[in-house]
């Protein structure tokens, strides 16, 4: 098997993975926050 081959074929589903995984803990972050802020407003006395 050429070694370049294998570079290209695992490098991109390495970024890929990454990139996934990135996204993942961005949303994840976002929705935490999200749930934090509703929480606090909602607790908020009016």
Request: glycine share 8%.
């Amino acid at each position: 098997a050429d070694p370049t081959v294998k570079i290209v074929g695992i490098e991109p589903t390495r970024l890929a993975l990454g990139g996934w995984t990135q996204l993942h803990i961005h949303i994840e972050t976002i929705i935490q926050w999200r749930s934090h802020v509703v929480a606090r407003v909602g607790n908020c006395p009016h």
